[in-house]
């Protein structure tokens, strides 16, 4: 297809011609590295600030209600691996803030105020959610236990809105819109048309669904884990359910956002979407290739599904899908991460909403668990699988991006510091974030090891009595 | 515009100096405060106090920083590309001081709370002085607009350094008053005696410090100098130390809840001071404040978003202190010795 590629190259040339300079750095790729290393650290943190607060404040709501110890024993405690989490969210929180400006100085100067606004509301979001995490977690027994239930609202809002005006940074970097260029100045700022870029919303929903699916398998999976064990009180098996439900619904909505983002991402950005399939060339009534593993240029293994791209894409068997060819190969990302993580993300995706499929359908039909062992044990390997999914999910997007910091207007290379010591600065901070990851780690599972906290006087009304000991119910 | 957003970043900047570095300053205390035995119930009352309400503290510092990207990109990349040394040691410390604050609880032995406890307290005290270099380097035209400052020489003078010492000291000295006062509050005596002789200590030494840098300003920093012994830098210089003065002797007649109050106007005063003595540049001789600013439109958002901020947080911020101050969020005092075996019902 010559005309295409003469109208790619040409594209590409213009595209090239960008309006700023890159900036002489040796150490490009650790920066990027560095960075994405500091995103994924955060983004797992993040999960349980966004959808745990709510999974707790239903379980408070669960014992107001029925005035059950068992709810207040479970949410007092989540609510304080909550706080946990969430103090360790605000610095790393805090470090992705500084490594903004280090790593990027020149994407901030340009753009800063274009998408400042979205941060500005992010900060209030969390500076409310800081104030009220406090609240509720230092308030329990304190507060009139209505008003203690009440404090913890604002804490939910604020995850979501908080969660929404970052999204909203990352989804104009792959929808640049709301200003003009001139001359590598930024003018006419709209800061309200950046902020409802076309790739906020579905990066929104998703990655609200992503988050609460985290938050609630990782939950899940530490009592399935115990039930696993032996441990099989009412206790464990209601701080299993809840947070089981929550993401096991969302798991099944999931794969209906995933496809709309991805019919989004065909819009605005082609380039991502080929890099996504692997597909190189320019097609009508492209093929889709399911499972295949891409190295050297090609797809290896698989499933391929006649025209399944086109349909999947466009809803038409018979569409157009833009290939890498599209742009010189300069303009392209690296197929290989980007096709693959795809892969990965949309097989764990399939995972596990046939998982929360099954939960629902058993609880519907049956009205309870199911008892095979392989139940439980899929509940254990879900967290961690959705982990997993969470940042291949992250590298779609951001590694599908390149080369390009801002999508089309400003390339990586000119983004980045002139700085010396990104080498330094990246194997500190890796020991560092090594450092608070183990001692959480073993904090949080010292925390698991004390006795629950049961209402005093309220054991005798407790049908089955709670064990002594608990070893792996956080 | 730019100077309404202005007003909302030397605001925030002032809210972090006087909320963090008190914060900070506790940190400086429990590093001093002795060995486990000895240092048990400073400790515990440090932690007692802080828990609630160092997360709203620290939030001050997103809230510079959004500010000042948003609102000054153009000084906000140089100053990025200059002070990275000390910006990245800052963030670090962030890190580990965050960390080992919200894990500290949770240690079983006493070489656990040893460690927790050591990497709390010292990142305390680094914070404070690279921040105090940081804005050193700034207020001394150590940045250059192209950005291509030195990486060490920028914030290694003579002035910014002092500003770090500086910066641990006025922390320290807040932090002794308001823990001298909530002491106070909780009726725990031998701790009110026990901060109030630290808050004392550190408004001789913060004091002092004040005094010696105006000689070493002066000497190495004759712009600031003058901008800060005329005009509104010097009317805010002087109330500066006249609330210093004060705090000293509220801390004498033993009245410490109104002492935080006038200690926070004290540290606040110098931070205006500073930046009326700058204006009109945002790096001195190199940006002035509306070279730096974003354009309009930004700038409007911006301050909406200050407002709508105000709107949502003044509310919350005075229920979270309200509840703090009556001691409705207390947890039982325990002196922290570590082997926390015995964890508390009421403790998070
Ligand atoms: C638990 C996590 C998880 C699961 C199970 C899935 N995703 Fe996902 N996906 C993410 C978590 C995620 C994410 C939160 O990591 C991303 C990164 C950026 C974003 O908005 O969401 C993402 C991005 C992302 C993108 C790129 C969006 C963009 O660049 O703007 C597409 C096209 C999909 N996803 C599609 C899917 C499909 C078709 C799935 C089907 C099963 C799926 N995802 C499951
Ligand atoms: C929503 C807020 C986010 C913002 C504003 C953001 C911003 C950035 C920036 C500025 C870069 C560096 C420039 C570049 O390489 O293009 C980057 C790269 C990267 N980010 Fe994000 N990011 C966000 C979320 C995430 C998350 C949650 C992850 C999870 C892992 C992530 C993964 C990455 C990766 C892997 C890279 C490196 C890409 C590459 O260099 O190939 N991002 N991001
Ligand atoms: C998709 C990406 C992101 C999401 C969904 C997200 C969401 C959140 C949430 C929910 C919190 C609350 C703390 C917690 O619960 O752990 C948080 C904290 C924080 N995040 Fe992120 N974040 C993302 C990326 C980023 C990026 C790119 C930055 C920086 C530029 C950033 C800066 C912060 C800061 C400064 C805090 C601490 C706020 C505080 O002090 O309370 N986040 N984030």
């Known amino acids: ?474 | 515009m730019a100077e309404l957003v202005l007003a909302a970043l030397v605001l925030g900047i002032v809210a972090y100096a006087v909320l963090g570095g008190a914060d900070f300053g506790a940190g400086f205390w429990d590093l001093t405060a002795g060995g486990a035995q000895r240092g048990a119930r400073l400790r515990g009352m440090i932690k007692r106090s802080m828990g609630p309400v160092w997360e709203a503290n620290h939030v001050w510092l997103i809230f510079v920083l959004v500010v000042f990207w948003t609102g000054f990109p153009r000084a906000f990349g140089p100053v990025m590309e200059t002070l990275y040394v000390p910006l990245f040691l800052a963030g670090v410390g962030i890190i580990f001081r965050g960390a080992a604050f919200a894990l500290r609880g949770e240690a079983a032995t006493i070489a656990q709370a040893r460690v927790m406890g050591a990497t709390f307290a010292l990142a305390s005290v680094l914070i404070p002085f690279f921040f105090g270099t940081v804005v050193g380097a700034i207020a001394t035209g150590q940045v250059p607009v192209d950005g291509d400052g030195d990486p060490w020489s920028s914030w290694t003078g003579i002035v910014p350094l002092y500003i770090g010492v500086l910066g641990i000291g006025t922390g320290a000295y807040m932090a002794a008053v308001y823990l001298a006062a909530d002491a106070q509050r909780s009726g725990i005596e031998d701790l009110v005696a026990a901060f109030r002789r630290r808050a004392l200590g550190a408004a001789i030494v913060t004091g002092l410090l004040a005094v010696g840098g105006v000689f070493i300003v002066r000497a190495e920093a004759s712009e600031l100098y003058s901008g800060l012994t005329s005009g509104a830098g010097l009317v805010m210089v002087l109330i500066s130390a006249a609330a210093g003065l004060v705090t000293l002797w509220l801390l004498w007649v033993d009245r410490y809840a109104l002492a935080r109050y006038v200690s926070a106007v004290a540290v606040g005063a110098i931070i205006v001071g500073w930046a009326v003595a700058q204006r009109p540049d945002f790096l001195p001789g190199e940006l002035s404040f509306d070279d730096a600013a974003a354009a309009d439109a930004t700038l409007t958002a911006l301050v909406i978003g200050v407002v709508v901020a105000a709107l949502v947080l003044v509310p919350a911020l005075t229920f979270l202190y309200r509840l703090v101050l009556q001691g409705r969020l207390d947890t039982e005092f325990r002196p922290i010795v570590a082997a926390d075996t015995t964890h508390r019902e009421d403790e998070p």
């Open chain 1, 1 to 474: 297809m010559p005309l295409v590629d003469l109208l790619g190259n040409v594209l590409s040339l213009l595209a090239q011609a960008s309006q700023f300079t890159p900036v002489d750095q040796d150490y490009l790729l650790e920066a990027r590295q560095m960075q994405a290393m500091s995103l994924g650290v955060h983004i797992i943190l993040v999960c349980f600030g966004i959808a745990f607060p709510a999974i707790v404040l239903f379980m408070e709501g669960l014992h107001l209600r029925t005035g059950d110890p068992a709810y207040k024993a479970i949410a007092k405690r989540w609510s304080k691996v909550m706080l946990i989490l969430f103090a360790i969210g605000v610095v790393t929180g805090t470090i992705l803030s500084f490594e903004l400006g280090l790593l990027w100085p020149q994407f901030m100067e340009s753009f800063g105020e274009v998408f400042g606004i979205a941060f500005a509301l992010e900060g209030i979001s969390f500076f409310t959610e800081a104030i009220f995490i406090a609240i509720y977690v230092y308030g329990w027994d304190r507060l009139p236990p209505r008003l203690h239930l009440l404090t913890g609202i604002p804490i939910v809002i604020a995850g979501i809105t908080g969660a929404l005006f970052v999204i909203s940074v990352n989804g104009w970097m792959n929808n640049p819109v709301g200003f003009e260029l001139s001359g590598g100045e930024v003018t006419e700022v709209r800061p309200l048309e950046a902020l409802f870029n076309r790739q906020f919303w579905h990066e929104l929903f998703h990655m609200y669904l992503a988050g609460v699916m985290v938050a609630g398998f990782l939950t899940a999976g530490v009592y399935a884990y115990a039930w696993l064990r032996g441990r099989r009180d009412r206790y464990h098996r209601v701080a299993m359910i809840v947070p089981l439900a929550f993401a096991s619904l969302a798991a099944i909505v999931q794969p209906l956002v995933g496809d709309w983002a991805g019919r989004t991402v065909g819009e605005n950005q082609p380039v991502k979407l080929a890099a996504m399939e692997g597909l190189d060339e320019t097609t009508e009534g492209a093929s889709l290739n399911l499972g295949g593993l891409y190295w050297n240029g090609e797809v290896h293994g698989g499933v391929e599904i006649p025209k399944g791209l086109s349909l999947l894409a466009y809803h038409d068997p018979n569409a157009t899908v833009e290939g890498l060819d599209t742009v010189a190969a300069a303009d392209r990302p690296p197929v290989g991460w980007v096709r693959n993580s795809f892969q990965v993300m949309v097989g764990i995706g399939t995972a596990l909403a046939l998982l929360g499929l099954a939960f629902v359908l058993h609880w519907w039909r049956r009205g309870r668990l199911p008892r095979s062992r392989w139940f439980y044990r899929a509940v254990v390997v879900a967290g961690p699988a959705a982990v997993v999914a969470l940042l291949a999910g992250w590298i779609v997007t951001e590694v599908g991006r390149q080369p390009w910091i801002v999508y089309e207007v400003m390339r990586v290379e000119d983004a980045v510091t002139g700085a010396e010591g990104i080498p330094v600065g990246y194997g500190a901070l890796a020991l560092v974030y090594l450092g608070v990851a183990s001692a959480a780690l073993f904090l949080l599972r010292r925390l698991a090891r004390r006795p629950v906290e049961w209402e005093t006087g309220a054991k005798a009304l407790e049908p089955t009595a709670p064990p002594r000991e608990q070893e792996a119910g956080s």
